[in-house]
């Protein structure tokens, strides 16, 4: 998450939150990094970024509203969690099958002869070592819902939230103290899945386990393990910013590209860089955004990169290991044009490169303006998207 220098401390492509005992680290994306008053602005448009890609599940009003109000990104997800939760629960308290193994007095499901033999009272005929299957709400799923309930009792300063989360405590009263450990998230995800899948319980808590392992485990690297109340809420804005605008073009922008009967295709690829002595393919080429002809020619490659460009240099401050990939994907897909496609600094850039100056260009680099409301500004993104990709030298392209 950081890079340490002599005197400075630089965070890297991670976005989000650091929880620690006595202070609170929010990490902003750098785009805004020349204008430092657009906190609340960045704090929603991360939100939307996170709710767009289904990383987080939270309503365009909830965010409008919580950021408004200034709450910290630690409190949105505490009021994010403390309330999906209460919703489900009052839809549907999440019970199923658990198998229980204990010591009784009848026969009771099925016995268990090899563990009762190698007891050293074994022999007793008023005792049964049995396993029986009993509908209960007592069961791993609701057990990390109870750990994370009482967690973020201690945490949260929200009284909203700080309600929410004591009506939780009396709903999961009856289900047993747990201490959380790293397997027991797919286990709970396997047995929401396999027991109560017919009911459509495992698609209300699924999202509520994602954020369950994220405050008891977190979703990113961790700033320091063990007891504390500690947490981090880290994305990756390589992999947000790529994913964000795929899903924007597909989403948004389908009648565009559909009227020209374009193939959409987002992280997808057939082509490979090189073949060994053997023949076999090495090295698959697969561009984060690529469009098609309705015979398969390759039309347009976007991929992209969260970096800020610089405005003054000769080659914009573009990676030499980008441009190297970039001709990779032009050469072996036999594309006329591809796109590298970065988020907008403090002006926007559009350069186009060819290989000679007698030649066409083939690189064209591109910004987006990702620091807008996005929320009420999806036409200005739609339209600064269509730019990039329709327009070649302010010219409409037809295909």
């Not at 939760?85 to 193994?101: F, M, P, S």
């Not at 392992?213 to 504390?228: K, T, V, Y």
């Amino acid at each position: 998450m950081f890079e340490f220098g002599l005197h400075q401390v630089k965070t890297t492509s991670y976005v989000g939150v650091v929880q620690l005992p006595d202070r609170t680290l929010q990490i902003l994306p750098k785009m805004y990094r020349e204008d430092e008053t657009k906190e609340v602005e960045a704090t929603a448009n991360l939100l939307f970024l996170l709710s767009y890609t289904r990383k987080l599940e939270i309503t365009e009003p909830e965010i409008a509203r919580l950021t408004e109000q200034r709450t910290s990104l630690p409190e949105i997800l505490y009021w994010i969690f403390a309330h999906r939760l209460w919703d489900a629960v009052r839809r549907e308290v999440l019970r199923g099958y658990v198998t229980i193994e204990d010591r009784l007095e009848v026969l009771k499901g099925r016995w268990l002869i090899t563990a009762q033999a190698r007891r050293p009272d074994g022999w007793r005929r008023d005792r049964f070592d049995m396993a029986f299957d009993e509908f209960t709400e007592d069961n791993l799923p609701n057990r990390l819902f109870k750990a994370t309930v009482a967690r973020l009792s201690r945490c949260a300063k929200c009284s909203d939230t700080l309600s929410k989360l004591t009506q939780l405590n009396s709903v999961f009263a009856d289900v047993a103290d747990h201490t959380p450990r790293l397997q027991d998230f797919d286990a709970a995800n396997h047995w929401m899945v396999s027991h109560r899948s017919h009911s459509g319980a495992s698609h209300i808590y699924q999202p509520l386990l994602n954020l369950t392992r994220l405050f008891l485990i977190g979703a990113g690297p961790q700033p320091s393990p063990g007891q504390l109340d500690t947490f981090a809420f880290m994305f990756d804005m390589n992999q947000l910013f790529e994913e964000f605008i795929a899903e924007f073009i597909h989403r948004e922008m389908r009648d565009m590209w559909h009227s020209r009967e374009w193939m959409f295709h987002a992280q997808s690829g057939n082509r490979y860089l090189l073949s060994d002595e053997q023949g076999r393919d090495c090295f698959k080429l697969v561009p984060d955004i690529r469009f098609a002809s309705a015979d398969g020619t390759c039309l347009v490659i976007v991929d992209t990169k969260y970096k800020l460009l610089g405005v003054d240099d000769s080659k914009t401050s573009i990676a030499e290991a980008d441009v190297y990939q970039m001709f990779a994907y032009k050469e072996r897909y036999r594309c006329p044009r591809v796109i590298l496609l970065y988020p907008q600094g403090s002006r926007r850039i559009a350069r186009d490169f060819s290989a000679d100056a007698d030649s066409p260009p083939w690189l064209e680099v591109r910004t987006v303006d990702l620091r807008t409301d996005l929320i009420g500004g999806r036409a200005d993104l739609r339209k600064d998207l269509s730019e990039t990709l329709f327009a070649l030298n302010n010219t409409e392209i037809t295909i």
